[in-house]
């Protein structure tokens, strides 16, 4: 399966949603939900990681231009601004998710687990091979050890023997499980760990995430796939110019993840068959992303590679030396016009276009709406 070919009826769906920016977000119906759990890594991380535990390159999250354009100072989220999390939970008229380790946070509307540079796969596995670029030793399974302690607090220790008060936790709430994996490949660069190893791990490690949720009892889940990560900045920067594929970009690494997202729909399916009382939405990160990329100039962006904050240079504007944050760097005027905004992480534009294609286009299965209509007809 080629994935020009496959695309080709994603692209067809996708004839009629045009003018994306000119949408506005999903209005929540009454019965709402009131409170979110979000996991995921840097791309849903909300402020779990202080700069000096952050992905390797990009430690400078605490500093200036991080967080210029929406909240005018630097607030440990990796962007200019909110990211796809915070225009979710502004669609559903929540406060933004405070993270988990903000002990002083309110959490009644609920928490934001995700943490930078987060894997998929335990942190112990990289340790065994000897891959010291991982520098975050929180996985997806330590966000599940958090969550566990949070439905403890609430009185909900296991779905059979408190059913009452799990449903209660669960009644109202959205899970959202944020794209991570790009972490476990990214890691494993250049070592003797094969990509398939990684891939098989990886998705393993998310299915079974995603199940132990609807094991204790979670009704409504969005699952994130990864987005084309040889689109960024960094992968673009590394690779040579004979790797690209017909979005300009790194075609080996978008076949990576294209595979892995594949195989990731094929086990919610699976889930969804297991579990057939709750709502597993899939959010198509790789295609929405691709969507933006062959229609740039009408969605109001003019660079698709090269990045807003970083040191100024042909072609890309980034040097691993001095990356966004770092006094060697500088951002553009005008981060609404770029796509990338420190070579790894993306602009507050990106997220909202993206955000707005999951809530209201066709890259969501079943689309969103259809997610928020069940939970107003449950009452």
């Known amino acids: 399966m080629t994935i020009s070919t496959t695309t080709t009826v994603v692209a067809t769906a996708t004839i009629t949603f045009c003018l994306l920016l000119t949408l506005t977000s999903a209005t929540p119906p009454p019965h709402s939900f009131t409170k979110i759990y979000a996991f995921g890594d840097s791309y849903t991380d909300t402020g779990n990681t202080a700069s000096d ?199 080996t690494i978008n076949n990576q993840s294209y595979i892995h997202n594949t195989i990731l729909q094929t086990n919610i399916r699976n889930l969804r068959i297991k579990y057939p009382k709750a709502i597993i939405v899939y959010a198509d990160y790789w295609n929405a992303y691709r969507y933006v990329i062959k229609n740039a100039p009408r969605l109001g962006f003019r660079e698709l590679y090269k990045v807003c904050c970083g040191h100024i240079g042909e072609p890309y504007n980034f040097d691993v030396a001095a990356t966004c944050g770092s006094r060697a760097a500088s951002s553009c005027q005008n981060p609404s016009q770029y796509i990338n905004w420190d070579g790894v992480h993306l602009t507050e534009a990106m997220y909202k276009v993206v955000s707005d294609m999951f809530l209201n286009g066709p890259y969501t299965r079943p689309p969103f709406k259809y997610l928020l209509r069940s939970k107003q007809n449950s009452g």
């Open 53 to 251: 535990t952050g992905p390797s390159g990009f430690s400078h999250v605490s500093n200036l231009p991080y967080g210029r354009t929406y909240f005018h100072h630097p607030t440990n989220r990796y962007s200019d601004g909110r990211l796809v999390i915070d225009f979710i939970t502004q669609s559903l008229k929540l406060p933004f998710l405070p993270p988990y380790l903000n002990r002083k946070a309110d959490t009644s509307n609920g928490i934001n687990y995700a943490v930078a540079g987060s894997t998929a796969i335990r942190h112990a596995f990289f340790v065994k091979n000897n891959l010291t670029l991982s520098i975050t030793t929180q996985s997806l399974q330590t966000q599940l050890n958090w969550f566990i302690k949070t439905l403890e607090g609430l009185k909900c220790k296991n779905a059979i023997l408190t059913p009452r008060e799990c449903a209660n936790v669960f009644k109202d709430a959205l899970v959202w499980a944020g794209e991570i994996g790009a972490n476990d490949y990214a890691y494993t660069i250049g070592s003797s760990v094969t990509g398939n190893t990684i891939r098989r791990r990886a998705i393993r490690s998310v299915t079974g995430f995603v199940e132990a949720l609807l094991s204790k009892g979670a009704k409504y889940i969005v699952v994130q796939g990864l987005p084309p990560t040889g689109c960024l900045t960094l992968a673009m920067y590394l690779s040579p110019e004979t790797d690209r594929d017909d979005m300009g970009c790194v075609g």
